[in-house]
């Protein structure tokens, strides 16, 4: 079965660097992987999708990269500020049989210290 | 839009008893998902509708479990009877799905606490 790994379960990091999240994968590539940010006692919120034929996304201060060799997707945050702590995950969306199935890793907690 | 709503937000109920988790999701989402989250295993998907249809059921842990959506504005998750090891939190999500890998949009969660 796919298994998906997030390279830590907490990343601490300074107010102003560029923090650098990993997600990877076993098995096949899927059609579309995407980031969402969750806070605590709430539910996730999407944030980014890139689909497996692209290289790089961006939105604002948010980079995701897209390795189908290494089957690793890389999201970086540029200038982190203390608000961006939180959990991010991945999730890895699949297609076939007339269905789609989306698979979520387990998460990065992201603490930004000031 | 309001966005997905859940209830309860918390649930503390006793062992063995019965436990029914709503949700409303986003008018015009054809698919509605639950999923469980723990700290230990993260955020598992137990069961997908599309057009108010289940696809894909095998995330639910067991008999114990049943999920239904009688129309496109209303799903249910029900725990019976319910033991300690369910304590989790439980969210309900929709997406309009399609090719384009859509977003899919949580709500805020049930909080299970079975004692």
């Known amino acids: 079965s796919q298994k998906i790994e997030q390279n830590s379960e907490a990343l601490n990091i300074q107010e102003g660097k560029t923090a650098t999240l990993t997600c990877n994968y076993t098995n096949y590539s899927p059609a579309y992987l995407q980031w969402y940010r969750q806070d605590p006692g709430r539910g996730p919120v999407f944030l980014l999708l890139?689909?497996?034929?692209?290289k790089e996304k961006r939105k604002e201060r948010l980079k995701v990269t897209f390795d189908t060799t290494l089957k690793q997707s890389l999201f970086h945050i540029t200038a982190s500020q203390p608000a961006d702590s939180a959990t991010y995950l991945c999730a890895l969306v699949y297609s076939g049989a007339g269905s789609y199935q989306l698979t979520f890793g387990k998460g990065t907690k992201l603490s930004v210290i000031p | 839009d309001a966005g997905v709503i859940q209830s309860p937000r918390h649930e503390v109920t006793e062992m063995g008893q019965e436990v029914t988790l709503r949700c409303k999701p986003i008018s015009g989402h054809n698919s509605l998902f639950w999923y469980r989250q723990t700290m230990m295993r993260g955020l598992e998907l137990l069961i997908y509708?599309?057009?108010?249809?289940?696809i894909d059921d095998s995330g639910m842990p067991e008999d114990r479990f049943s999920a239904k959506m009688p129309n496109a504005s209303f799903s249910t998750l029900k725990i019976q009877p319910s033991e300690p090891r369910d304590s989790a939190v439980y969210f309900c999500?929709?997406?309009?799905w399609g090719a384009g890998g859509n977003t899919i949009y949580f709500g805020e969660g049930s909080w299970l606490t079975v004692v």
């Open positions: 509708f599309n057009n108010n249809v289940p």
């Open positions: 999500a929709s997406s309009s």
């Open positions: 890139i689909r497996e034929n692209e």
